[in-house]
């Protein structure tokens, strides 16, 4: 077996090896939504009863609803939540917002599972699958990152994950123009 067969087999086991992980952390990820979307439904659903319930863990100190819901507010949307008391349905859009975020890390690792079973089954990473399955996550990411951060790390990591789709699409007109060549 040549040098240059051996590094590809040893590309080919890692990108395996990394599908397997990442497939394992979108396990994870979907168990976690499943739970906060559960918990989500669970407290807008069941506001009313839920209402008393919290207000005396409140009052007694059990309970600190600023911290419950201030987590909401790394994503921009604790000014929406009800100020009148109505302690579940905040909780509640907390923890639907958490899972929206969770969704967005699945469809996410999906596409990078998917990414290294391309690169493994076509020996490339410049094949046109490859590259339509990189510029889509990029752009999931991208939207991602706009509905959790800030406008200006929105456009840094637009401009990082351009720059590297436009490395590997330019690997890939490398790779077309040695294959003709050959």
């Not at 349905?89 to 969704?103: E, P």
């Not at 339509?132 to 939207?143: A, E, L, N, Q, R």
């Not at 840094?156 to 401009?159: E, K, L, Q, R």
């Given at each position: 077996m040549t040098e240059q067969m051996k590094k590809l087999e040893a590309v080919k086991n890692r990108c395996s090896t990394l599908a397997k992980i990442v497939g394992i952390f979108e396990v994870i990820c979907i168990v976690l939504a499943l739970i906060t979307g559960t918990v989500a439904l669970t407290f807008l659903l069941?506001?009313?009863?839920?209402?008393?319930?919290?207000?005396?863990?409140?009052s007694r100190g059990y309970i600190n609803y600023d911290l419950s819901v201030n987590i909401g507010g790394v994503m921009g949307f604790s000014n929406l939540l009800p100020q009148n008391e109505n302690y579940a349905?905040?909780?509640?859009?907390?923890?639907?917002?958490?899972?929206?975020?969770?969704?967005f890390v699945v469809v996410i690792l999906a596409f990078i599972k998917k990414i290294f079973t391309i690169i493994k089954e076509e020996n490339s990473p410049f094949s046109d699958k490859c590259l339509?399955?990189?510029?889509?996550?990029?752009?999931?990411?991208?939207?991602?990152t706009f509905l959790g951060g800030?406008?200006?790390v929105t456009l840094?990591?637009?401009?990082i994950l351009f720059c590297i789709y436009s490395v590997f699409e330019y690997g890939a007109a490398l790779q077309a123009e040695i294959d003709e060549t050959l």
């Open positions: 069941r506001a009313e009863k839920l209402n008393p319930m919290i207000e005396e863990g409140i349905l905040g909780i509640g859009i907390t923890c639907l917002f958490a899972t929206i975020a969770v969704a339509k399955s990189i510029k889509i996550s990029f752009i999931v990411i991208t939207i991602a800030s406008i200006g840094i990591t637009g401009f």
